[in-house]
């Protein structure tokens, strides 16, 4: 009678599988470490920033404290030190009404006070209303009429628009950081 070989006999080890075993083990104890060392560092920071940092240090990034208008240099009214200048509008470009039409590239900018959180909030929403505005205005009229056209009437119509739509404040005065007719 022959006996066949039991089922819970296990075949010997080989010494590659107790290597594989001895290295996962030491990559597993590093992936912990590093891991650990990362939560310290992201602590390190968080306390760093909430806590330690002064208070009265210089932020990271500042605007330009002057704007430069870009019709002339007569522009004797200049923006408070203390405020701060909405350049939300960005840069876009205006089709104007000519025949064949040009095209306008302009940026728009004012001072507001950014310690105004209410108003703050009220620019960054009317963003979109602000665009369409001054879309509607420069599109109206053409190259030659803009070029011909009294800056501080523009900007005066401009403001007097952006305020009417405006609920928790008032824009005083505004810039063309960029206004440039493409023909």
């Not at 022959?2 to 290597?19: E, I, Y």
């Not at 560092?41 to 920033?49: D, E, N, P, Q």
């Not at 330690?52 to 923006?79: C, H, M, W």
């Not at 900007?155 to 009417?164: G, L, Q």
């Given at each position: 009678?022959n006996k066949a070989a039991s089922p819970s006999v296990k075949p010997p080890a080989t010494p590659l599988v107790g290597f594989l075993s001895k290295v996962g083990g030491i990559l597993y104890r590093f992936l912990w470490a590093l891991v650990l060392?990362?939560?310290?560092?992201?602590?390190?920071?968080?306390?760093?920033?909430?806590?330690?940092?002064?208070?009265?240090?210089?932020?990271?990034?500042?605007?330009?404290?002057?704007?430069?208008?870009?019709?002339?240099?007569?522009?004797?009214?200049?923006?408070?030190?203390?405020?701060?200048?909405?350049?939300?509008?960005?840069?876009?470009?205006?089709?104007?009404?000519?025949?064949?039409?040009?095209?306008?590239?302009?940026?728009?900018?004012?001072?507001?006070?950014?310690?105004?959180?209410?108003?703050?909030?009220?620019?960054?929403?009317?963003?979109?209303?602000?665009?369409?505005?001054?879309?509607?205005?420069?599109?109206?009229?053409?190259?030659?009429?803009?070029?011909?056209?009294?800056?501080?009437?523009?900007?005066?119509?401009?403001?007097?628009?952006?305020?009417?739509?405006?609920?928790?404040?008032?824009?005083?005065?505004?810039?063309?950081?960029?206004?440039?007719?493409?023909?």
């Amino acid at each position: 009678m022959n006996k066949a070989a039991s089922p819970s006999v296990k075949p010997p080890a080989t010494p590659l599988v107790g290597f594989l075993s001895k290295v996962g083990g030491i990559l597993y104890r590093f992936l912990w470490a590093l891991v650990l060392l990362l939560i310290l560092v992201l602590a390190g920071v968080t306390v760093y920033a909430l806590v330690l940092r002064n208070p009265g240090a210089r932020p990271l990034y500042t605007l330009p404290d002057r704007v430069i208008p870009a019709f002339s240099r007569k522009e004797t009214q200049e923006p408070r030190a203390m405020d701060g200048m909405f350049t939300g509008i960005g840069r876009f470009r205006v089709v104007t009404a000519d025949t064949p039409p040009m095209t306008i590239v302009i940026s728009i900018v004012f001072p507001y006070r950014p310690e105004d959180r209410a108003f703050a909030e009220e620019l960054d929403s009317k963003v979109r209303d602000f665009r369409n505005i001054t879309a509607a205005y420069f599109s109206a009229h053409t190259a030659a009429e803009l070029r011909q056209a009294n800056e501080s009437q523009i900007k005066a119509e401009m403001v007097r628009r952006y305020n009417d739509m405006l609920h928790l404040g008032q824009i005083e005065v505004l810039y063309f950081h960029d206004f440039m007719i493409i023909e």
